[in-house]
């Protein structure tokens, strides 16, 4: 019965701000202002040359950055096959004692990168180069062995990037020889050396939204502190090719292909995007790291007996974070639940459930979810193992997973104020070895990915892949479009950022990163409370609700919040409070009302939310001098209030149980975006032994589960229940309850059902919707809102099924109102895409039928538009749209 504990809470974002390309301050040649410009500096040399990227590289010796630079100017002894260009890596910046660079740069964030090519510079031997680089207080590098590292890494030069927070108008950069240690010999003769420093300003693209940690127990919010140092570890372009900086719309980042990292011959599909799909530029990664992606393969059989595994050396001692990038690229993946599955960090669930059209919005859109996990100090490097593996509990049409790019970074450990780790061990000796071998990259050979255990499953992937013909479809490198950087994604937005006033009220936040917060949720001053409100202003009364007043407040940085301040003489206990500012405050989507934070100072038990500028959804359907919503515009927050409880229901940590659905508990914001409010009286809903919560009646009658009345149980289909009156409220636009009406037409549930029956709904629907709704649409969706308020909660679909049901509904609403849409087979040309269904036997008590073959399918061309609605769950859909593929 136990679920796998989630807590979505961490991150989904498709931030899209406009590139930040970088704009020059210092016109003028003003030796001292700061720069928001990015800086290349090459060490060693004198004068500009370019470097295969085309990017300007000013020489150390001539630059205003290094005004009186000491040190010796060295050329590299062997220029290696793998360097991609000789700038910067030629010639190289030699110190024996120490020396600052002092960068005047705009405070903010930025990436550092530092360039080291290890090889003998005249009389200075490669392996002799032990050193530390500071960066302002943050330790980058501490007794830094380039040669031993490169060896370690099978590269043959090595580029280290960090992004640090400045916060004085300069970067002061520090290369300190490391003291010869008493010991032994070997750093006898030691010395400090760079060849390139590159500094890149970039909006802040790491603390938000909050990560969570990953440490076996339920997921717990990680706030990153805005002024931390990051290195990066890993930045891969999973089943893609390698990005090289130039392609990174002025960023520089560089993407390696993730196979030289996948565990054992398990190495699943890699594809790329349809053509038909287009993907909007987001900064937090290029397009072509969405364009390609790797799944685990289309054999449902064999993804089930194998887990598709990164394995990625890291330094012990150190906490990560990682950004896992997706993007779904390939149809017929466009729906809720198709593709399911769990992520695994270091052996430990990071993430159940985990569906990218959910948490995207759709095919083509993007997404990135964010996980930290704590490392143990050890003496030697630690694996980390990222894998992916079909998670069926929602029983998803395909067994499969996918991922198109993969992060990870050291976060700076506070304490000591340090990035650096040790120096990697040598490889054991290999024949092989040839430290000159280089492939394009710079990646000699990858002798470290242990290729043991799961061999034999991959073999046989391999081998079925190839007998499907199904094969690797190469990225097509094209132009990328850099100024389509525009795209302001609609389904989601990032999550807010509490990070600060958390650290602001935990003002002792020096301690090791392991004190975490225990929410995110800010804290209120009662003073600060009667600012907002002016006192709690009659004039900003917005309502009153069964907890007490709620008013408009506006809080110091002009943000509107609605106030809920707790009536005194409330049954609610201050425990209970607490507990629920401890819920509500791990709860964050799109589609529920945020808790900003509240306050408990002289016993007030005050909540502080987001305002919602339309209000109701009922203000919006009857009673009502507001123009009335189009139909579209109803199923999009029909969808909108389902994704919310689904998400309640399914998303967090503990199941949550709404228990009071109703259209003024869906909220709409200025964008019109629908949210669910008043979840904070809700239960936790069944976990391990019980499936049900038995409480006191509660809840507006009306809407109330007729189950619930009878056996005093509630479950998630009371919610349902609830919500099939508000999708029959919508549709109808009257009350749920209408004392004044004949006697069978008081209850609207019983009405519309009672019309339904008899086919005769839509003589009772709003009047301003006659002749609106698409005649397949208006079957679907009352069909769903019927099957809502089943009159036995087993009868009922899950939250998941009516959120998918209203999507196929506003699909065939849409391919109405856009009929050029409805021509049939457009193209001809088949997708390489060859999908398995394989179903649970186990009779289901939901509406999804099941099946208890394995059928290997193909995509038909034919568009889901004309697909007959009547009757249809998403897996008959499914089948219908797949023809068996002979095999
Ligand atoms: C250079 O910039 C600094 C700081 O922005 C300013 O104080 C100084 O006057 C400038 N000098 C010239 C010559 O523009
Ligand atoms: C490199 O940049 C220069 C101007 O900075 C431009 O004229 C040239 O065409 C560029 N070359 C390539 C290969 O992009
Ligand atoms: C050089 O820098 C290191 C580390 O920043 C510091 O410990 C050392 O005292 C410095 N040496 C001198 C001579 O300033
Ligand atoms: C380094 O070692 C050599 C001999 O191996 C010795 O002559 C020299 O004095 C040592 N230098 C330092 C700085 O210890
Ligand atoms: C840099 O750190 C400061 C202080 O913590 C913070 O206020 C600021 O927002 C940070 N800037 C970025 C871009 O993260
Ligand atoms: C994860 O499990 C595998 C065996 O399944 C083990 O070899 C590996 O060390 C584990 N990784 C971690 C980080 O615990
Ligand atoms: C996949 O990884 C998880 C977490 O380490 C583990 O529990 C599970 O047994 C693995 N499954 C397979 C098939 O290797
Ligand atoms: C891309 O951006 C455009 C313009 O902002 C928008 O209309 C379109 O829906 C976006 N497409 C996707 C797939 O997000
Ligand atoms: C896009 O192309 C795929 C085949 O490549 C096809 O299955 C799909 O229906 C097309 N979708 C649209 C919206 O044109």
Known sequence: MMRPALLVLATLQCLTLPALLPVAVAAGGNATAASAAPIFLRCGASGVQSDSNNRSWDGDGSSRFAPSVKGVEAAA??????????????????????????????????????????????????????????????????????????????????VREFS???????????????????????????????NGIEIVPTPDIFTTPTPSLVDGGDPNPFPLDPSWGFQMMYRLNVGGNMISPQDDSGFF?????????????????????????????????????????????????????????WILPVDPGFTYLLRFHFCEIQYPITKVNQRSFFIYINNQTAQAQMDVIVWSGGIGRTTYTDYVVVVPASSDQQDMWVALHPD?????????????????????????????????????????????????????????????????????????????????????????????????????TPLPDFSKSASATNTNTTGSQSTLPSNLCRHFSFAEIQAATNNFDKASLLGRGGFGNVFLGEIEDGTKVAIKRGNPL????????????????????????????????????????????????????????????????????????????HYLHTGASQNIIHRDVKTTNILLDEKWVAKVSDFGLSKTGPNVDDTHVSTVVKGSFGYLDPEYFRRQQLTEKSDVYSFGVVLFEVLCARSALSP????????????????????????????????????????????????????????????????????????????????????????????????????????????????????????????????????????????????????
């Open 740 to 887: 004044t009406l004949p006697k069978e037409q008081v209850s609207l549930a019983d009405w519309a059902l009672h019309c339904q029956k008899k086919g005769v709904l839509g003589e009772i629907i709003d009047p301003r919707l006659q002749g609106k709704i698409a005649p397949q649409c208006f079957v679907k969706f009352a069909e769903t809102a019927e099957k809502c308020v089943a009159d036995h909660s087993i009868d009922r679909p899950s939250m998941g099924d009516v959120l998918w049901n209203l999507e196929f509904a506003l699909q065939l609403q849409e391919s109405t109102d856009d009929s050029s849409s409805l021509t049939e087979g457009t193209s001809s040309g088949m997708s390489p895409l060859v999908l398995t269904r394989l179903q649970s036997d186990e009779p289901s008590t939901d509406t999804t039928t099941t099946t208890t073959t394995t059928t290997t399918t193909s995509m038909t061309d034919r568009s889901i538009a004309t697909v007959e609605s009547d009757g249809l769950t998403p897996s008959i859909i499914f089948s219908q749209l797949m023809t068996p593929d002979g095999r």
């Open 392 to 492: 069926l509990s929602s029983k998803p049409e395909y067994f499969d997973a996918i991922l198109n790019g993969l992060e990870v970074f050291k976060i700076q450990d506070n304490a000591r104020k340090n990035l650096a780790g040790p120096n990697p061990p040598l490889p054991p000796p290999s024949p092989g070895l040839n430290p000159s071998a280089g492939r394009s990259g710079g990646r000699k050979q990858k002798a470290t990915v242990p290729a043991i255990i799961g061999g034999a499953v991959g073999a046989i992937a391999v081998l079925v892949i190839a007998s499907f013909g199904v094969f690797i479809i190469c990225r097509r490198k094209k132009k990328v479009a850099k100024d389509s950087d525009k795209s302001e994604d609609e389904r989601w």
């Open 77 to 158: 002894s062997y220029q290696d096959p793998s360097l991609p260009s000789p700038v910067p890596y030629m010639a190289a910046r030699v110190f024996t004692s120490n020396y600052t660079y002092s960068f005047p740069v705009s405070a903010g964030r930025m990436f550092l990168r530092l360039y080291f090519y290890p090889v003998a510079y005249g009389s200075y031997a490669a392996s002799a180069a032990y050193f530390g680089v500071t960066a302002n207080d943050l330790i980058l590098l501490d007794k830094f062995n380039s040669s031993q590292t490169a060896l370690a890494s099978t590269f043959a030069y090595i």
């Open 570 to 645: 409330s049954e609610q206990g201050v425990h209970e409070f607490q507990n629920e500012i401890e819920m509500l405050s791990k709860l964050r989507h799109r589609h529920l009302v945020s808790l900003i934070g509240y306050c408990e100072d002289k016993n007030e038990m005050i909540l502080v939310y987001d305002y919602m500028a339309h209000g109701t959804l009922r203000e919006h359907l009857y009673n009502t001098k507001n123009s009335p919503l189009s139909w579209k515009q109803r199923l999009e927050i029909c969808i909108g209030a389902a994704r919310g409880l």
């Open 253 to 309: 980042r560089s993407w390696e292909n993730d196979s030289p990292y996948i565990y054992g011959a398990a190495f699943g599909v890699n594809f790329g995007k349809d053509d038909n799909v287009t993907i909007n530029y987001t900064i937090m990664a290029p397009v072509d790291v969405y364009a390609t992606a790797r799944s685990m393969g289309p054999n449902a059989q064999i993804n089930l007996n194998y887990n598709l595994t």
């Open 164 to 194: 640090v927070n400045v916060t004085s108008g300069s970067l002061d950069l520090t290369f300190a020889p490391s003291p010869p240690s008493s010991s032994s010999g070997q750093n006898n003769g030691t010395y400090a050396f760079v």
